[in-house]
């Protein structure tokens, strides 16, 4: 009884980041309550915010171990996977559980930004585009397909995108800057036109934008530490009672 006391003390501990005072009662409840996945869970957060990604990996594994259908878990391990650099792995873990829990919007933007990092640009646009369609769309999510679509002219959609971006998150540069530059595109194509990135030339301008500057200002937003750490994954975590 004391120790899930003192885990039910540590929970909002951890939400407030005062990490040092919860991170003794939880190791403790970890020991002491070696069936119950919820202190490696909330280990594993406390972990992540401390930035230990490694160690956040090794408590979430240990939660997933105890409760292996948890969704939220494995989307923990996932998030963290991606800030170790590793979306190889992060994919490999959504896919096996993409099946069971195929609407839900959490797998299936972990799974599009995976690929995104992996390089499977169709397989990411597909993806993300079932995403933003569920209706939960988030700053990450669009930033990436404006950059996708942009890559293969679809500038309009490109456009819609960054605009959706940018309404999500008012004052974003890297969506304004974005927005500038595809609609510098528009006006000095006339429209969408069947054009690809390697056809440019790195000195093309145009409305004296760099048409290939939106490009790398995504690379340098869109880093697996921004995707992963920023807009990834909720923190939410299911199933718990005191």
């Known amino acids: 009884m004391m120790v899930r006391r003192s885990l039910k003390k540590a929970r909002p501990l951890v939400a407030q980041n005062r990490l040092d005072e919860a991170q003794m009662p939880l190791t403790r409840a970890a020991i002491l309550l070696p069936g119950n996945p919820e202190p490696q869970v909330l280990l594993g957060d406390l972990y992540a915010k401390k930035n230990d990604n490694s160690m956040a990996a090794q408590c979430y594994s240990k939660a997933l171990a105890l409760a292996p259908e948890n969704v939220d878990i494995h989307i923990k391990i996932a998030r963290t996977y991606m800030l170790l650099n590793n979306p190889r792995e992060a994919l490999a873990g959504l896919k096996k559980i993409e099946k069971k829990f195929y609407d839900n919007p959490e797998v299936q933007k972990g799974i599009g930004m995976a690929e995104y ?80 990135m390697s056809g440019q030339s790195q000195g093309e301008r145009s409305g004296g934008i760099r048409a290939v500057t939106v490009l790398r200002i995504i690379a340098g937003a869109l880093t697996i530490g921004a995707v992963a750490g920023g807009y990834f994954f909720n923190s939410k975590i299911s199933g718990f009672t005191d």
């Open 117 to 196: 990092q992996l390089g499977d640009t169709a397989a990411a646009k597909r993806d993300l585009n079932r995403y933003v369609q569920s209706g939960k769309p988030d700053v990450s999510v669009c930033l990436t397909l404006g950059t996708l679509c942009y890559k293969s002219a679809e500038y309009n959609k490109s456009l819609e995108m960054f605009e959706q971006a940018l309404k999500l998150e008012p004052g974003n540069s890297t969506a304004e800057r974005s927005i500038q530059t595809v609609k510098a595109k528009i006006q000095g194509t006339g429209g969408e036109k069947d054009l690809t």
